[in-house]
């Protein structure tokens, strides 16, 4: 009910939509219900053999089919204005999601499934607006065709229209019971369909991998064990629900002979006309049909609340704090300060301990250690991905609790190993992050980046178009576009993730050195496996278990024959 509720929120701002669905289904229903009468005066003027009323039945004839057309014009115009109202508010859930999604902790993301954030966002939408748009177009018109038939049907006679009354709760208890059987089966469904996602997502993004490890059966078990699941799920669901129909048409079976029965004993008492019994079963046909409908619609509607749910869980996340308050820097020295600071992803088990660093304006701080040691942690930390535990994270003597969040970030400019293109032309991703640069600003860092001369082979150069995440380039033509980004932006700090890890050697060279310039005057976090990219740093921090084992330069580290000189000595 609580679902319902925040779903009807969302609906309120189109409730003039859900007026006009309520006026046309009531003239539809009004047309549509006119006919059993028309019908019924018909048979009455077919009073015996050789004794029919022509030109009275010309006259009802043009009266149905003038009916008809009414009908299917205003039931047409329901359809419209339920159909903008259920898209509407489809599209106004998805809007919020996705803001959601963006302003949410880097935490968020990473602790859960990709695939099923995906599915919330695409899927789980989708089916929210089928059961909106099945529930406001059938249970409108299902809910005016009950009370009008039972209207038309009291106005012929009252004794059978309560015979009918009798047996209507009938209908409800077995929808109602139903109902509840199904509700349970498509929430396991849904979530089940959510980690399907998740998997295929997960697999289809790292084929190379599984061919080369030979995984693809195994890929293809594990496919099966959640395909097998989500099959069990699904046709529970649809077996609940489809019980609904064939349940509440039995019902209608016992309805429709109760009225023939009760009928025909008032018929053969001179109580009823052969006409008034056709209108009779007519209307008992129209008024149990909305019963399947709307038995129907609350199955759409226990799959829509069960979508909704899991969308409202990602609109329900918490978003990172709101800074609008917060200082905005525009013009950065380069000072960055650790102080005591303590950091876990996992707060059972602490990574960075008590951790103090401090870096003056210009310096090119290198960060090396082993795989887990805490390096891309101290990234995070610095672009406040994370908040610290405890400690203090110092820019130019200011917390950067402290600084609007997009102008802190705005400071660095960040080349991580995973380079991340969209779908757009070379020259837009280039200018990614500075949207206002000139061509020839973006030609001068294509040049920079020595991504210049592969570009101008490309079919359309700089308009050429990059396929999805970049599957029409290689890999290092990727991450030559990513440093190109980076060196358009020319930010105060720089922070170079393994930045060269895809490119040849000769490239390297040519990086590292336009690289080089670039870092002058600039405060520069590098991280790096490979310590032959480092050797020229001012320090180099030696991280272990989320500690500093040592620092210094590199003739200073490889003089103490320490920790620093173990992995040189293995790489």
Not at 160 to 184: C, E, G, N
Not at 522 to 551: C, P, W
Request: with cysteine; proline share 2%; aromatic share 10%.
């Amino acid at each position: 009910m609580i679902t319902l509720k925040r779903i009807l929120k969302f609906v309120n701002p189109y409730k003039k939509y859900i007026l006009m669905s309520i006026i046309f289904a009531l003239l539809s229903v009004s047309f549509t219900l006119l006919t059993p009468v028309l019908i019924g005066m018909g048979v009455d003027l077919v009073i015996g053999a050789g004794n029919v009323d022509f030109k009275g039945l010309l006259k009802i004839l043009f009266y149905l089919l003038a009916s008809a057309c009414l009908a299917s014009v205003f039931q047409w115009m329901m359809s419209v204005s339920t159909n903008k109202l259920t898209y509407n508010t489809s599209r106004d859930m998805r809007k919020l999601a996705f803001e959601r999604l963006v302003k949410m902790p880097l935490g968020f993301v990473d602790n859960h499934q990709h695939g099923d954030i995906i599915s919330r966002i695409t899927a789980d939408i989708e089916q929210v607006a089928d059961g909106l748009l099945q529930g406001f177009t059938q249970l409108f018109s299902g809910i005016v065709t009950i009370l009008g038939t039972l209207a038309f049907m009291f106005f012929i006679n009252p004794y059978i229209t309560l015979v009918v009354i009798i047996l209507t709760p009938l209908s409800f208890f077995i929808s109602t019971r139903i109902a509840k059987m199904s509700y349970d089966m498509f929430s396991k469904q849904f979530q089940v369909q959510g980690e399907l996602t998740s998997y295929i997502n997960e697999m289809v993004g790292n084929q190379r991998v599984i061919k080369a490890f030979r995984y693809e059966d195994k890929a293809q078990a594990t496919f099966e064990e959640i395909n097998s699941r989500l099959y069990g799920y699904g046709v529970k669901a649809q077996f609940y629900s489809s019980l609904t129909n064939p349940s509440t048409r039995f019902v209608n079976g016992l309805v429709y002979a109760a009225v023939g029965i009760a009928g025909a004993i008032l018929a053969v008492s001179g109580l009823l006309t052969v006409g008034q019994i056709t209108s009779f079963l007519n209307y008992a046909n129209q008024y149990t049909k909305p019963f399947n409908e709307i038995s129907g619609v609350i199955t759409q509607l226990q799959s829509a609340i069960a979508g909704a749910e899991r969308i409202f869980y990602l609109i329900d996340g918490k978003t990172e704090s709101d800074d609008t308050e917060k200082l905005e820097i525009s013009d950065c020295k380069g000072y960055v300060s650790f102080e005591n600071v303590d950091f876990s992803y996992n707060k059972k088990k602490t990574l960075i301990r008590n951790f103090n660093l401090k870096v003056s304006p210009g310096m090119r701080v290198a960060i090396v250690g082993p795989t887990g040691s805490g390096k891309t942690t101290l990234i995070n930390l610095l672009m406040r991905f994370y908040d610290t535990d405890k400690g203090t994270i110092w820019v130019d003597e200011t917390d950067i609790k402290n600084i609007k969040r997009n102008s802190l970030r705005r400071l660095y400019g960040m080349v991580l190993q995973e380079t991340w293109l969209f779908e757009g032309t070379i020259k837009e991703n280039i200018a990614y992050g500075k949207k206002d640069a000139s061509m020839d600003d973006i030609i001068k860092a294509a040049k920079a980046a020595y991504a210049h001369n592969f570009i101008v082979k490309l079919p359309n150069g700089y308009d050429t178009m990059i396929v999805g995440s970049g599957d029409n380039l290689s890999q290092g033509q990727r991450q030559l576009l990513c440093i190109a980004r980076a060196m358009l932006m020319s930010p105060p700090m720089l922070i170079l993730d393994e930045a060269t890890s895809s490119i040849d050697t000769l490239t390297e060279i040519r990086i590292q050195e336009a690289f080089q310039k670039l870092m002058q005057g600039k405060t520069s976090f590098i991280v790096a496996h490979r310590l032959s990219t480092i050797r020229n740093s001012d320090i180099i921090l030696v991280m272990k278990d989320g500690q500093i084992a040592e620092q210094g330069n590199h003739q200073q580290l490889m003089a103490n024959r320490g920790f620093y000189f173990q992995l040189n000595d293995v790489t």
